[in-house]
């Protein structure tokens, strides 16, 4: 069965190179989402077998998207992999604090991507 990952960014080129990184290296789909707002209302809608979330966004930020992800029964299950340029201690603190899957680097690299999130969610 092909996974459905949700994509959570402001930023369109992110959302995009990421997009094609995920379909290409895993022929995973893919759904996006430009604000934290949308993510939720698309996350409910499509229920994806993870999300990979920007921290830092205008309006409402990752943590708040997060958390209102939580607050929902139907979503509360989903693997959230955050994406930030923090400094790495910051992020690993971050990680554990908020209980996310991981924390992956911006800028990172497209042709790693899938694996890595692969790993991280034990998927083969």
């Not at 989402?33 to 409402?60: R, T």
């Not at 989903?78 to 911006?106: H, W």
């Amino acid at each position: 069965m092909t996974k459905r990952i949700l994509i959570i960014d402001d930023d369109d080129y992110i959302r995009e190179l990421t997009q094609i990184s995920l379909e290409i290296g895993a022929g995973w789909e893919v759904v996006g989402a430009g604000s934290g707002k949308e993510g939720i209302a698309k996350a409910e809608a499509e229920q994806p077998d993870a999300i990979l979330l920007d921290v830092m966004m205008p309006n409402m930020d990752g943590m708040d998207t997060l958390q209102a992800l939580r607050c929902d029964a139907k979503m509360q299950h989903i693997p959230v992999i955050f994406f930030t340029a923090i400094d790495s201690d910051r992020r690993d603190k971050l990680a554990q604090t908020l209980g996310v899957a991981a924390v992956f680097d911006k800028p990172f690299d497209p042709i790693t991507l899938a694996s890595k999130v692969a790993e991280v969610l034990g998927w083969s």
